[in-house]
């Protein structure tokens, strides 16, 4: 350890060597997630409303799919090794 450094930078400046940009890709995890999320949502009710039933299902769909791959994404990421 450099003598300049204090032990909290340190292990701060260690572990984003080991993992860079980690916490922007969790932010960004969970921003795509959240608008996936209320995507979802809004397609959800217009399925329920019974709306051009021919677009809203595959659009529906297609938020789910990113949504669990978001998810996916931020549990790989954080999990425990």
Do not use: C, H, W
């Given at each position: 350890?450099?003598?300049?450094?204090?032990?909290e930078?340190?292990?701060?400046?260690k572990?984003?060597?080991?993992?860079?940009?980690k916490?922007?890709?969790?932010f960004?995890?969970l921003?795509?997630g959240?608008s996936a999320?209320?995507?979802a949502g809004i397609?959800l009710?217009?399925?329920?409303?019974g709306?051009a039933?021919?677009?809203?299902?595959?659009?529906?769909m297609?938020?789910?799919?990113?949504?669990?791959l978001?998810?996916?994404?931020f549990?790989?990421?954080?999990r425990?090794?």
């Open positions: 350890m450099p003598d300049s450094l204090e032990p930078q340190y292990a701060r400046l572990a984003e060597a080991k993992a860079p940009y916490g922007l890709r969790n960004a995890y921003g795509f959240a999320f209320i995507g397609f009710l217009q399925l329920l409303a709306t039933q021919a677009e809203t299902l595959p659009n529906f297609l938020q789910l799919g990113v949504l669990a978001m998810v996916g994404l549990r790989y990421e954080n425990t090794s």
